[in-house]
T-cell receptor
Framework: GEDVEQSLFLSVREGDSSVINCTYT??????LYWYKQEPGAGLQLLTYIFSNMDMKQDQRLTVLLNKKDKHLSLRIADTQTGDSAIYFC???????????FGIGTKLQVIP | ETGVTQTPRHLVMGMTNKKSLKCEQH?????MYWYKQSAKKPLELMFV???????ENNSVPSRFSPECPNSSHLFLHLHTLQPEDSALYLC????????????FGEGSWLTVV
């Protein structure tokens, strides 16, 4: 079955870059997403990438996709304290409503 | 503001109570979802509705009963819950089609005592 894995925790200093990694198992994934969840809130869509792309950049966010290794990463440049949250990787595969989420990576930004 | 509104934001209920969670989306989407988020576990898909019809029930116990009267509204009726059902319940919606971007509500925090 499909599986999406992420590390549980990442700590970075304010101003540094953060890299959150994700691996997935379904090679038929069509879209891959990054969601952000701040404390006490729902999931906010940050960005997504089509499976036929290698990279997508959106302001401070850079998404890299390595289809061969089934590896997705989210890089946040100049990390701010407001970036502290849980980041979820998700893949869409096997039909357009089959979405599998990772467990989430908690990003802690140290001032 | 994501366009998906959930009420109540917080709910405490006893094991013998009956309560409902409500979700409304203002995005013109045709699919709506209930997800359960528990600590240290992946998001669990509970139910999917497409054009008001239930298309997925992910082995959810019958003490959770969804209702979708139209494409904009989704309810989750709760009855005789257990303490382990305490979690954040997230409603979401998405358009039909290949670009299935799911938009989430803020969630309803449920505590069963």
């Amino acid at each position: 079955g499909e599986d999406v894995e992420q590390s549980l925790f990442l700590s970075v200093r304010e101003g540094d870059s953060s890299v959150i990694n994700c691996t997935y198992t379904d090679s038929s994934s069509t879209y891959l997403y990054w969601y952000k969840q701040e404390p006490g809130a729902g999931l906010q869509l940050l960005t997504y990438i089509f499976s036929n792309m290698d990279m997508k950049q959106d302001q401070r966010l850079t998404v890299l996709l390595n289809k061969k290794d089934k590896h997705l990463s989210l890089r946040i440049a100049d990390t701010q304290t407001g970036d502290s949250a849980i980041y979820f990787c998700a893949e869409v595969s096997g039909g357009y409503q089959k979405v599998t989420f990772g467990i989430g990576t908690k990003l802690q930004v140290i001032p | 503001e994501t366009g998906v509104t959930q009420t109540p934001r917080h709910l405490v209920m006893g094991m013998t109570n009956k309560k409902s969670l409500k979700c409304e989306q203002h995005l013109g989407h045709n699919a709506m979802y209930w997800y359960k988020q528990s600590a240290k576990k992946p998001l669990e898909l509970m139910f999917v509705y497409n054009f008001k019809e239930q298309t997925e029930n992910n082995s959810v116990p019958s003490r959770f009963s969804p209702e979708c009267p139209n494409s904009s509204h989704l309810f989750l009726h709760l009855h005789t819950l257990q303490p382990e059902d305490s979690a954040l319940y997230l409603c979401a919606s998405s358009p039909q089609g290949l670009e299935n971007t799911i938009y989430f509500g803020e969630g309803s925090w449920l505590t069963v005592v």
